[in-house]
């Protein structure tokens, strides 16, 4: 018994040894963001309606390394986002990899966490070198919603007709548990919030004004991957985004609402259907040492939430506190919020709920004005930040994803 005892703390003494060994060689290895790139959002049938979402993916991540000088070989691994997977292809982070020139010996993984999933694979890549299995790790999230294809029932019926489904709506707008439109578990969030219609209209009215201010003054301009469009008259650059300039104001206020009758959420204050793709490239601080590459930005911590599904819209309230948490810093330490806006009551929530000044959210504008290609949106609103920030600034980004869920980041500008 005594000897069983001795045996057991020996154990012990070594298994705290090896832990703590383990946590150390952990910390070690910092997660930096050494490329940040998209394309600009094109409109649903717009300027970029001829790309798949893997070929929109490939651009942007082309773009990454260009700006970088990051050799594509020395990539170990990819995670890209997308939602509408239907008709594309097989493996369509695989795709995006090797058009991009990433050597056939890399993996590729896709991520489906629905408009979080372009946040996802930055956090998967990030714990994947924090942890020491990968050195270099591209990461981002593309969709094509121009091209979602209408889905036909694989049997036939004995007599009559089949119904055919949208398979944005079905996949990717559409709350399977409550079998609801997602803009009607907005409705709902407005309501329990106590948000009205004046101040959803202000926040898209804002949303767009800022989009327009930003295009003018170049912010945007660093971090745009310039589309090429084929055509019989010549190729056509697209490399400005598509959405912003379609608002009439003073239609805004009269809209009818979208998804019930006398309710405050309209066309104006959602996000619209586009396409778009964004890459980051992230490393561990001692391989871009290595390589003599200089780092934009660190990852400082990520965390994700859930709730109840018709909740969704305030997923980011729960998501963002926690990575706050654990990067140890607070709603006042972050000089840039992006929160993405599926709808402006999401960003209005998160408001009133982390009391977060107006002033400090989605700076350049956010999807109500920009767009919100839903597999690409988690990782676009990264890229923005990233260029946003200035050298030793905090910023923070949240997403909520369908089914009731959010995904959120801390950086710091280097």
Known sequence: ??????????????????????????????????????????????????LTAPQLGAVALKHAFEQSKVDPAVVEEIYFGNVIQAGIGQSPARQVALAAGMKPASDATTINKVCASGMKTIMIAAQSIECGYKNVVAAGGMESMSNAPFLLPRTNPLFGKFDTKDSIENDGLWDVYNNVAMGNCGEIAAEKYDVSRISLDEHAIESYKRADRAWKEGVFNAEIAPVIIKGKKGDTVIKEDEEYKKVLF????????????????????????????????????????????????????????????????????????????????????????????????????????????????????????????????????????????????????????????????????L
């Not at 969704?312 to 810093?329: D, G, H, I, Q, Y």
């Open 1 to 50: 018994m005594m000897l069983a005892t001795r045996l057991t703390r020996s154990l012990s003494k070594s298994s705290r040894s090896n832990i703590s060994s383990f946590a150390r060689k952990m910390s070690s290895h910092e997660a930096v963001i050494v490329a940040a790139s998209r394309t600009p959002v094109g409109s649903l049938y717009g300027s970029l309606k001829t």
């Open 250 to 413: 003073e239609k805004v206020p009269s809209l009818k609402s979208a998804f019930k009758a006398g309710g405050r959420i309209t066309a104006a204050n959602s996000s619209n259907l586009n396409d778009g793709a964004s890459a980051l490239i992230l490393m561990s601080a001692e391989k871009a040492k290595e390589l003599g590459v200089k780092p934009l930005a660190k990852v400082v911590s990520y965390a994700d939430a859930g709730v109840e599904p018709i909740d969704f819209p305030m997923a980011p309230t729960v998501a963002l506190p926690e990575a706050l948490k654990r990067a140890n810093l607070t709603v006042d330490d972050i000089a840039r919020f992006e929160i993405n806006e599926a709808f402006s009551v999401v960003v209005r929530i998160a408001e009133k709920i982390l009391q977060i000044d107006p002033a400090k959210v989605n700076i350049n504008g956010g999807a109500v004005a920009l767009g919100h290609a839903i597999g690409n949106s988690g990782s676009r609103i990264v890229v923005s930040l990233v260029h946003a920030l200035k050298s030793g600034e905090y910023g923070a980004a949240g997403i909520c994803n369908g089914g009731g869920a959010a995904s959120a980041i801390v950086i710091q500008k």
